[in-house]
């Protein structure tokens, strides 16, 4: 019994000492990005492989969510004859909720992911270590320009998941379900307010690429050198930015949506 | 300091150095002197704080309390561009190489000569292939880290950590998991280096045959003190007996073969006890 209090103490020690960690680390990850600036070719490099390298998914996920809500929006509003606001539900759902939640879900997965192993690698490997004794900072020169990176990259790429969703919600709808063309665009138009809904989900996705970058980098810094290390700092990026995207989430939207 | 007659001579100078990791004590008053333009070994057994030891040096660590000086400085009080600017001219050769993977060997040489100068392309080029020259690798400037075998990676980071013409140069197990040939290869060059860059040279290793034949001085390290100082003609005839045991690799010796604990009779007693409880 005291030995398991015991070790909840610990548990939750760690847990706070990892915080404080993640913060210094936060710290002196952000006083790295303005040399990223100066060094403009490290960043378009890491855009490519962070971005680029989730493009695909996001495109594909869009197109298929954006489907989904296509058919379900049609057999919820058609019993109302209110199918002509096809639209207005798709893209609100998307640019509002969908957009940022679940390309920064698959960007966790996918580049975040990414980034742990390769930097928890560059550790295990002594790389890390060896640019410090060759008097190179890794924080300007590894850590931010990832940061940079992946922090621009998934308000593009929500951007780029809603649009694609939309698109997929116009095929299903007007294309398969025969939507008046027009009223789908129109009514759209007229009820997707540009920053009530669009920039509130822009920030939302500014947030979470923020977060999610952050621990992505963060858990691969951190990591234990070896390949165990490694793998286990991989599945913690996944599972701590999928709880984080989640409930960030919800105290979002309940500051921008809830009138609380 | 100006007092010590040789104050000159020796390049890192460590008093009575205490670090530890946790609750362990790594290092427990070490005393070491290491002197301009030698090779100097420091050897001990796996675990005994010799990569720890590299990295106080290089500062990358600091010391629970003690002194540590580089050509005069006392690394630990550093400030952060100061610390940054003496590692510009120490080279350090890390265990794995510690090669950057994701390019290939030309540009890892190049890679401190691109972070510290402002050097034009050809200039560096010729630099590049000089270094790469002096440990044979010319004609490998195009390979990637992952296709070199381990000795050949090995030498692209003794060429990466001589590309700024450091005064000193720190081997963190230059000799482990490599074959006799790539050894010997290393072995030679070290030595090579050294004299012929005006070098000096801090060996850490625990091969004793490869570091006996190149060394001028060496340090035995055991629980976190020195417990041998000397040539390697010295430490041969050493009369401690544990310096004798690891100079000699010796199975037994006041480092115990066994695991220490509960002695064998007992253990096998105890089970058949328990047999008979049962
Ligand atoms: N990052 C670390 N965190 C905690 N303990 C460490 C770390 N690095 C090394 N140690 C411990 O410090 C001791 C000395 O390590 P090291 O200097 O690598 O030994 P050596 O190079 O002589 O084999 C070892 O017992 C090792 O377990
Ligand atoms: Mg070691």
Redesign the pocket.
């Known amino acids: 019994m005291v030995e398991t209090i015991r070790k909840l103490g610990r548990w939750g020690l760690g847990g706070f000492e990892r915080l404080g960690r993640a913060h210094i680390f936060l710290f002196h990850t952000l006083m790295g990005v303005p040399s990223v600036f100066i060094r403009f070719g490290l960043l378009v490099q890491q855009m490519m492989s962070v971005g680029v390298l989730s493009l695909l998914i996001i495109v594909v996920s869009g197109l298929f969510v954006g489907m989904v809500l296509g058919l379900q929006g049609y057999n919820t509003l058609v019993d109302f004859g209110a199918e002509q606001s096809l639209g207005v539900v798709v893209a609100l759902s998307l640019v509002r909720e969908l957009g940022p939640v679940v390309a920064g879900l698959l960007f966790a997965g996918r580049a975040g992911s990414a980034l742990t192993a390769e930097i928890g690698l560059m550790k295990s490997t002594e790389q890390l270590s060896g640019m410090e004794m060759m008097a190179v900072d890794p924080f300007k020169r590894v850590i931010a320009p990832r940061f940079l990176a992946g922090f621009i990259s998934l308000p593009l790429l929500a951007t780029i998941f809603s649009a694609i969703g939309v698109i997929g919600g116009y095929f299903v709808g007007v294309g398969l379900l025969g939507v008046d063309d027009g009223a789908f665009w129109s009514q759209m138009q007229a009820k997707v307010d540009f920053s009530e809904d669009i920039m509130n989900g822009v920030i939302k996705s500014i947030v979470f690429g923020f977060v999610v970058t952050w621990i992505a980098v963060f858990e691969g810094y951190d990591c234990v050198p070896t390949s165990e290390g490694v793998s286990r700092a991989t599945t913690r990026t996944v599972v701590h930015s999928a709880l984080a995207i989640l409930s960030l989430d919800f105290v979002l939207t309940a500051l921008m949506f809830g009138n609380i | 300091m100006s007092s010590n007659p040789d104050s000159n001579e020796v390049l890192v100078r460590i008093r009575d150095l205490h670090f530890s990791?946790?609750n362990?004590k790594?290092f427990n008053g070490v005393n070491l002197d290491i002197r301009r333009g030698k090779v100097t070994a420091i050897m001990?057994p796996?675990?005994?704080?010799?990569?720890?030891?590299l990295k106080l040096i290089g500062g990358q660590l600091k010391p629970d309390q003690g002194s540590i000086q580089v050509d005069g400085l006392e690394v630990p009080k550093l400030k952060v561009s100061q610390l940054y600017e003496l590692r510009k001219r120490i080279g350090m050769l890390f265990q794995s190489g510690a090669l950057l993977t994701d390019i290939n060997v030309f540009d890892n040489v190049a890679f401190p000569i691109r972070e510290h100068t402002k050097m034009p392309p050809a200039m560096i080029r010729d630099m590049v292939l000089m270094k790469l020259e002096s440990v044979g690798l010319r004609n490998a400037r195009d390979l990637m880290p992952s296709e070199l075998s381990g000795g050949m990676a090995r030498r692209v980071a003794l060429a990466r950590a001589i590309a700024l013409d450091p005064m000193m140069i720190l081997y963190?197990?230059p000799f482990t998991g490599q074959d006799p040939i790539s050894m010997g290869v290393i072995v030679q060059l070290i030595r090579l280096l050294n004299d012929a860059l005006g070098l000096t040279s801090i060996v850490?290793s625990h091969d004793v045959q490869e570091t006996a034949t190149i060394a001028d001085s060496i340090y035995v390290l055991s629980e976190g003190k020195v417990v041998g100082h000397g040539t390697p003609q010295e430490l041969a005839e050493t009369d401690s007996d544990w310096v004798k045991q690891f100079m000699q690799g010796l199975p037994d010796g006041p480092v115990p073969f066994h695991y220490p604990g509960v002695q064998y009779a007992d253990d096998l007693l105890a089970g058949s006890e328990q047999s008979r409880v049962d």
């Open positions: 990791r946790g362990r790594i001990g796996s675990g005994t704080g010799k990569t720890t030891l963190d197990e850490v």
